[in-house]
C-alpha cells in the first residue's frame, strides 16, 4: 500500500509543470485518489509478462 | 403503452393501427409527467420529435423504428444544442451543428430523437450522480441510484420514458445501469459503433451501445447503427452484420462456462445468486478463469485516470473549480501518474488480450456478474464486501472492467429479484461476436429467468 503522505513531494512538485493549481483544500483528496492509483499500477507491474521487448503496448496506431 | 417495445411500437406504425404523431405525443406526456421525478432528461427535443413524427406519418420515412422515441446520454452531439456530457464548463460551448452518427443512424431508420439524458459529469462515474444536474434517479425505488455514468438512459428506458436509449461505455457505464435498473444492455466490441459526434472519455476505451427492455429492442436498435465510419479512427472496417433475424437461433449448442476467481471474489450474495441462476437455466456447470482479471482492473484504473487526465489538462488548467469537485480530484490525480506507469498497464492489456482471447478456443461465451451489488442509495460513499468497509465509487465496476479493457463485447441481462430490486448478468463472448451474447440473452428471456421488472408508477 501506498501511504498517501510518500506522495506529498509529488504533488507539491509536479503541478506547476502541467499548469495545474491545486488548491490546499483540494490536496487530502488528489492525495487519497493518487495513492489508489499507483496502487492499481504497482498491481500491474508486479506480473513478470512473458513478453518480448518488441510486443507493442496495446492499443497501436494503424497506418 | 408506456412499457411498450420498440418492436411493437414499429409494428403499430407500420399497420396504421398507431401514428407517429400519437407515440410521439404520448412520450412527451410521459416524460413531462414523471421527468421531475426521475431526473433522467436534460433536454427535450419536442418540436424537433413532432416534426419527426409528421414526416413519419405522411411516409416520408419508413424503416425497422419507424415512429420509435428514443433518447440519447447527453454526450452525443444533438444538432442546435451544445454537448454537455454532464459537466458545466461544457454549457458555454456552441451549440453543435450536426447530430452524432448514431443519432442519424436511428432516425434513419425511423426512430425519433425526443431528447437528452443525464450522465455523470465527463462520464467519470458510476452512480449516475451529478452535482450541476441532481442525481437521476431509480425507478425502482427513487431513492436508489441508477448508476452510472450512462444514469439518465438507464432511467429513462427503466421509467418507460423511451423503449431505447443509447450511452457509452468505458468501463461500465452501459453495464452498470442495465444492472441497477433492470435492462438489457449492449456494449458492443470496440470498434464496432463509430463514436463520431460524441464527446469523449478514454479513446482508447469508449464505447457506445444501446439500453432497451428487451433482447429484440436491443437488435434492432444495434442493426440500424452498425457499420464503418471514417470520421472515428477506431471504427472498425467491419461490413453491418445484422443479428436480428439470429437471435431467435437459441442457446443450444453453445459452449458457455461461468467465470470463477475474481469475479466470486467481492460480491454480494445476490449477485452470485443471479449469476448461477442464469447459469443454471442454461445448463451450464463449467467454470473458466479470466487470467490476471484483477491486475486488468487495475490497468484499466490507471490508463482510465492518465488518458482522462489528458483529455481536460487544458480544462484543469483553466476552470478547475468549475468541476464537479469528485471528477476533478481523481482527474488531477490521473494527471500525476508517473508516464512509465501507464506504458507498462497498456503493455498488460496486450498481454491480457492474447491470454483471453485463447479462452474462447474453448467457449463461446462467459457468464459473470454485472455489479457487485443491487443498486445503492443516492449519496452512498461506501459499500460492505467481503466484510470490508470499501470507497463504493470506484468499485462498482469490479467486474466490468477487466472485460472492457480488451473491447469484448457483452450483453448485460437483468434478473429481478424477491427484494424488488434487479440486478444484471453479463453475457461476454469473442470480439465481433455480440449474435452469440444475444442469442443466450433471447434464450433467458424466453425462458423467464431475465426481464426488464415494471417499476412502481
Redesign the interface.
Known amino acids: 500500500m501506498t501511504d498517501p503522505g510518500d506522495?506529498d513531494a509529488?504533488?507539491a512538485a509536479?503541478?506547476w509543470l502541467?499548469?495545474?493549481?491545486?488548491?490546499p483544500e483540494?490536496r487530502d483528496?488528489?492525495?487519497q485518489?493518487?495513492s489508489?492509483?499507483?496502487d492499481?499500477?504497482?498491481?500491474?507491474?508486479e506480473?513478470p509478462?512473458?513478453?518480448p521487448d518488441e510486443?507493442?503496448?496495446?492499443?497501436v496506431f494503424?497506418a | 403503452m408506456s412499457f411498450a417495445t420498440a418492436a411493437e411500437i414499429a409494428a403499430d406504425v407500420a399497420a396504421g393501427r398507431r401514428s407517429a404523431t400519437e407515440i410521439v405525443a404520448s412520450a412527451l406526456a410521459r416524460i413531462a409527467r414523471l421527468n421531475p421525478r426521475l431526473n433522467a432528461f436534460t433536454a427535450v427535443t419536442a418540436d424537433r420529435a413532432r416534426a419527426r413524427a409528421g414526416a413519419i406519418d405522411a411516409g416520408q420515412v419508413t424503416g425497422p423504428l419507424a415512429g420509435v422515441p428514443f433518447a440519447v446520454k447527453n454526450l452525443f452531439d444533438i444538432a442546435g444544442l451544445p454537448t454537455v456530457a454532464g459537466s458545466k464548463i461544457n454549457r458555454d460551448h456552441p451549440p453543435a451543428i450536426a447530430d452524432a452518427t448514431l443519432i442519424t443512424r436511428l432516425e434513419a431508420a425511423g426512430a425519433v430523437l425526443v431528447g437528452a439524458l443525464n450522465m455523470g459529469e465527463y462520464a467519470y462515474d458510476f452512480t449516475g450522480e451529478n452535482c450541476h444536474d441532481g442525481p437521476s434517479r431509480n425507478p425502482h425505488d427513487t431513492a436508489r441510484m441508477t448508476g452510472g455514468s450512462s444514469g439518465g438512459s438507464g432511467g429513462a428506458v427503466a421509467g418507460g420514458l423511451v423503449p431505447i436509449a443509447l450511452g457509452s461505455d468505458t468501463n461500465g457505464s452501459i453495464r452498470v445501469p442495465s444492472s441497477f435498473c433492470g435492462l438489457f444492455g449492449l456494449k458492443p466490441t470496440y470498434g464496432r459503433l463509430p463514436r463520431t459526434g460524441s464527446f469523449p472519455f478514454v479513446a482508447?476505451l469508449d464505447h457506445l451501445g444501446p439500453l432497451a427492455r428487451t433482447t429484440g429492442d436491443l437488435a434492432l436498435a444495434y442493426d440500424a447503427m452498425q457499420g464503418p465510419h471514417p470520421a472515428d479512427?477506431?471504427c472498425a472496417g467491419r461490413p453491418v452484420e445484422p443479428v436480428a433475424g439470429l437471435v431467435g437461433r437459441g442457446a443450444a449448442g453453445l459452449r458457455i462456462a461461468t467465470a470463477s476467481g475474481h469475479f466470486r471474489a467481492g460480491a454480494m450474495p445476490e449477485a452470485l445468486s443471479a449469476v448461477d441462476a442464469v447459469a443454471a437455466t442454461l445448463g451450464v456447470a463449467r467454470t473458466i478463469e479470466i487470467p490476471?482479471a484483477?491486475?486488468a482492473?487495475?490497468?484499466a484504473?490507471?490508463i482510465t485516470?492518465a488518458e482522462g487526465a489528458a483529455l481536460h489538462?487544458g480544462r484543469?488548467?483553466e476552470r478547475?473549480h468549475d468541476f464537479d469537485?469528485d471528477v476533478?480530484?481523481?482527474l488531477?490525480?490521473?494527471?500525476?501518474?508517473?508516464a512509465v506507469?501507464?506504458?507498462?498497464?497498456?503493455?498488460?492489456?496486450?498481454?491480457y488480450?492474447e491470454a483471453v482471447l485463447r479462452l474462447f478456443d474453448g467457449v463461446d461465451a462467459i457468464l459473470a456478474p454485472a455489479t457487485p451489488c443491487v443498486a445503492p442509495a443516492i449519496g452512498q460513499k461506501t459499500l460492505m464486501l467481503d466484510g470490508r468497509e470499501v470507497p463504493l465509487r470506484?468499485n462498482i465496476g469490479i467486474y466490468t472492467q477487466p472485460i472492457s479493457l480488451?473491447g469484448l463485447p457483452v450483453v448485460a441481462v437483468p434478473v429481478p429479484l424477491a427484494g424488488g430490486l434487479p440486478i444484471g448478468v453479463q453475457i461476454i463472448t469473442a470480439p465481433w461476436r455480440e449474435d452469440i451474447a444475444l442469442r443466450i440473452a433471447y434464450d433467458l428471456e424466453t425462458a423467464g429467468i431475465v426481464r426488464a421488472p415494471l417499476p412502481p408508477e
Open positions: 506522495l509529488l504533488i509536479v503541478p502541467l499548469g495545474i493549481d491545486i488548491r483540494w483528496a488528489v492525495r485518489h493518487l489508489v492509483s499507483i492499481h499500477a504497482r498491481n500491474v507491474s506480473l509478462l512473458p513478453l510486443a507493442e503496448p496495446a492499443p494503424k | 482508447s479512427p477506431a490476471e484483477a491486475r482492473r487495475s490497468a484504473y490507471v485516470a489538462l484543469l488548467r478547475a469537485p476533478r480530484d481523481r488531477i490525480a490521473g494527471a500525476l501518474i508517473p506507469m501507464v506504458v507498462a498497464a497498456q503493455k498488460f492489456r496486450r498481454w488480450r470506484p480488451i
